[in-house]
């Protein structure tokens, strides 16, 4: 049997951590994904799907995600049931996260909250603040950092700048 969900998308609100009273940190969250579709109004429609995640993955997602930040979540779906205070049955789907990803450095996500919907944002005009193009985008306006083994990245220089180019033709790749 499988049972894996791979999503992709925005919080909808910050995290709301807790901790179980034998001290397991538990974190919720809802991520906002789009549909790969408009509506007939023509609109891009989204699915708002809860998440939960646990110990110290949780304690890192209440700390350094909140709304609007791009996350990545691989977990598994969860429904559980339960009786409301009218005696209905009630149930729940949730997505129990493995794994969090996070998506944006932080700079990135302030930078998107005050300005992601001003006219020359991070879209370079296109519109398309909060998808995948902006982010991209905004990374290839950048210039780029000069390659010196001086950098603060301690890797040292980048193997792969200077030389001479190299001389590839379709029939010498793999596939």
Do not use: H
Request: charged fraction near 25%; proline fraction near 3%.
């Amino acid at each position: 049997m499988i049972n894996r969900v791979v999503l992709v998308g925005r919080l909808t609100r910050d995290p709301e951590m807790r901790y179980t009273q034998s001290g397991i940190a538990v974190t919720r969250f809802t991520l906002a994904c789009d549909r790969p579709f408009t509506g007939q109004d023509g609109k891009r429609e989204a699915d708002f799907i809860d998440c939960v995640v646990w110990r110290k993955q949780a304690e890192n997602v209440a700390q350094y995600l909140k709304k609007g930040s791009l996350a990545g979540v691989e977990g598994r779906l969860q429904i559980s049931s339960y009786d409301d205070k009218d005696g209905q049955r009630r149930y729940r789907a949730e997505v129990v996260a493995d794994s969090v990803r996070f998506l944006e450095s932080r700079n990135a996500s302030r930078s998107s909250d005050s300005d992601s919907y001003s006219s020359n944002s991070n879209t370079g005009g296109n519109g398309n603040a909060a998808g995948w193009g902006s982010q991209q985008q905004q990374n290839n306006s950048s210039s780029p950092a000069p390659a010196s083994s001086s950098s603060n990245s301690g890797f040292g220089a980048d193997p792969f700048s200077g030389g001479s180019s190299i001389d590839l033709s379709d029939d010498d790749l793999p596939f």
